[in-house]
């Protein structure tokens, strides 16, 4: 009974740890599309369909990239959430 227990805590522990490995790269991920393009924004003096690059890059990229964030975050959590499943059943 003590090993089945023992397993399952240690798959929550690599779960939890999968978890916040996920998370700090997501951050650093959004910390970048976040303040780096703005940063540099004034450097970048050329126009897209009428209107400067910075503005497409924050109306329309930015967003993009926040949407593929949460979408990766979704996927490697559910796999980590079936993975601890699939332990707690054994």
């Known amino acids: 009974m003590t090993g089945k227990r023992d397993r399952h805590l240690a798959a929550k522990a690599r779960h939890w740890a ?10 650093a991920a959004w910390l970048l599309i976040t303040f780096v393009p703005p940063f540099f924004a004034r ?14 890059l924050a109306a329309q990229g930015a967003p993009i990239a926040y949407v593929l964030i949460v979408w990766i975050y979704e996927r490697h959590m559910d796999r980590l959430d079936r993975e601890l499943n699939n332990t707690h059943g054994d």
């Open 18 to 27: 999968g978890n916040r490995r996920w998370v700090g790269m997501l951050t």
């Open 43 to 56: 450097d970048l003096s050329f126009e897209v369909f009428g209107a400067p690059l910075p503005v497409w």
